[in-house]
């Protein structure tokens, strides 16, 4: 997909981070867009900034975890616009501690977004996409967590894995059936975001990092990091961009993550456990 001009585009988790950068990137390319939040305020500022500029723009609130409200999501964006080109599963969240005592609400809200909102995403607009017949790609974000383990963070990274998994099959299989539309996974480093405080949008109960002191000190790691290394949200839409224009399957944001790749790759080969990523 080499044209973006007077196409559409859907961003999930487009109020604030990367998914703002790519709805900002989006606008820039020409594209008319759909712009999805959970966060009410959040997604209303971004959509007052875009429309701003003279875009066309619709914002719906979304909670990617829940199937219909996904599925009215992709109604909605035909209903406004009769097709969708390029289809950004963004929305994710973070959640840390050790494995065996982050409770299964927590491990239930992190796969809900960063797992099931992609599946939600990919089944409701992909059929919309092939049935349209148009040239299209998708993008999903998983992280460098989905490729490389990070310490006590288990539910975001086991989330961002299987997103990377269900990416590889999602192409392979609209590969296998000759589709036109592409599909690429972003696997992010560091970035200037706010998941660290993604706790905010939770909606079913008290984070449990309030309690827990592991959850508490790598939610506190990441937001200094993210904050004092993170790349710019902006910058990133653009490598997204650049990527999907060059149909490439991989987008990474770092060169500093080949060689952890390498060493990955290189324990996998010897039967050896990964060298896991540690919070200082």
Request: aromatic content about 6%; charged content about 20%.
């Amino acid at each position: 997909m080499e044209h973006f001009e007077g196409r559409v585009a859907v961003v999930t988790g487009a109020g604030s981070g990367i998914g703002r950068g790519l709805a900002r990137r989006a606008v820039g390319e020409g594209m008319r867009l759909v712009m999805a939040d959970v966060e009410a305020t959040a997604l209303e500022d971004a959509a007052a900034e875009l429309a701003g500029a003279g875009s066309e723009v619709l914002a719906v609130r979304c909670d990617v975890s829940k199937p219909d409200q996904v599925e009215s999501l992709a109604a909605e964006a035909y209903d406004r616009f009769g097709a969708v080109h390029l289809l950004c599963n963004n929305a994710g969240v973070f959640q840390g501690g050790i494995a065996w005592e982050r409770t299964l609400a927590d491990w239930e809200w992190v796969m809900g977004v960063n797992f099931w909102g992609m599946l939600h995403g990919i089944r409701s607009f992909v059929p919309r996409m092939l049935a349209g017949g148009e040239e299209g790609h998708v993008v999903n974000t998983s992280s460098l967590a989905g490729l490389i383990s990070i310490g006590y963070s288990g539910p975001y990274v086991a989330s961002k894995f299987a997103a990377l998994a269900l990416t590889e099959c999602l192409a392979h299989d609209l590969a296998n059936q000759s589709a036109p539309i592409g599909v690429s996974v972003l696997t992010p480093g560091l970035v200037d975001t706010q998941i660290a405080n993604a706790t905010r949008n939770r909606p079913d109960e008290p984070p449990s990092e309030a309690q827990a002191p592991d959850a508490h000190f790598v939610a506190g790691a990441l937001r200094d990091l993210t904050a004092n290394q993170g790349m710019p949200p902006d910058e990133v839409a653009g490598i997204v961009f650049d990527a999907v224009r060059a149909n490439r399957f991989f987008i990474s944001t770092h060169d500093t993550s080949k060689e952890l790749l390498r060493e990955r790759f290189d324990a996998v080969l010897e039967g050896e456990l990964p060298v896991t990523t540690q919070f200082d």
